[in-house]
């Protein structure tokens, strides 16, 4: 079922107008500072990246604040060497699992084609991969550079966004690239749950961006309402890959783990 009509009033157009203004200066911003410290970082330091993380991070946390959006964080973000897993319902996710953790993102290629995002998506050292077998190998190996190198990997094992009030079954494909030999005995698994709660009187949906609804209209909704609500990120124990013996197993249990965290009415298929 869509969402409910969005009505935009004069107030909200004022609020948008406002608030998309200073979260573009923040991201422009931290666009600048961010270029500057890699030019600094590739020559000296390669796939590391000692600086520009943490102007992410900031740029994250400062959208949320523009927004009047409440970020909670339960549990603590590991420290030791893997990647990361979480439920995925809004292009939020971006921002409220950048705001307190060093992640990559782990994307489809097509993103990276994309206008203004995709050139946003590099800078901040995405991996981008295909859904063709035969680049398997060749993302294995993007894999053990990138975590190898200490960075921690994110990825949304569902495939798809949904409208946050509920959990899809895992995909475990990716989990494959964890067994390589270089990775298994090496790398950390962790799940996080990321919840959203709508403002107040609001449709309990409404930073669910799912099916074809509009990025533009989507991102208007959050801009212009009065009072936003909160996301709660929940970071769960983390597990070495090493103690399962399949992708498929490992899969299952960070599944079992992130609808774990969800509220009771979210935690269904």
Do not use: C
Not at 29 to 42: A, D, F, K, T
Not at 79 to 105: E, M, P, Q, T
């Amino acid at each position: 079922m869509p969402p409910p009509a969005f009505t935009l009033s004069m107030a909200g157009v004022v609020r948008a107008g406002w608030r998309g203004a200073l979260i573009f200066l923040v991201i422009f911003g931290g666009v600048i500072v961010s270029v500057g410290l890699r030019l600094i970082e590739r020559p000296f330091y390669g796939l590391h990246r000692p600086w520009s993380p943490y102007v992410t991070q900031w740029v994250s946390a400062t959208v949320f604040r523009v927004l009047g959006m409440r970020h909670e964080v339960v549990g603590a973000p590991m420290r030791a060497a893997g990647a990361v897993v979480a439920n995925h319902s809004s292009w939020l996710d971006i921002f409220a699992l950048n705001a307190r953790k060093r992640v990559y993102f782990v994307s489809k290629s097509e993103v990276a084609k994309w206008p203004g995002i995709g050139g946003l998506a590099k800078l901040v050292g995405t991996v981008f991969i295909t859904r063709d077998p035969k680049e398997a190998k060749a993302q294995t190996e993007i894999f053990e550079a990138r975590l190898l190198a200490g960075h921690k990997l994110l990825f949304f094992p569902e495939g798809s966004s949904t409208d946050g009030m509920r959990v899809l079954p895992f995909k475990s494909t990716l989990f494959q690239a964890f067994f390589s030999k270089k990775l298994q005995r090496e790398i950390h698994i962790q799940p996080v749950s990321v919840i959203y709660e709508a403002p107040n009187g609001g449709d309990p949906r409404f930073y669910g961006w799912w099916g074809d609804m509009e990025f533009g209209e989507h991102l208007l909704r959050v801009l212009a309402v009065r009072r936003n609500g909160k996301v709660r990120v929940v970071y769960h124990p983390f597990v070495k890959v090493d103690e399962f013996e399949s992708r498929k197993a490992l899969a299952a249990w960070a599944e079992d783990q992130v609808r774990a965290g969800m509220p009771e009415d979210r935690r269904g298929r």
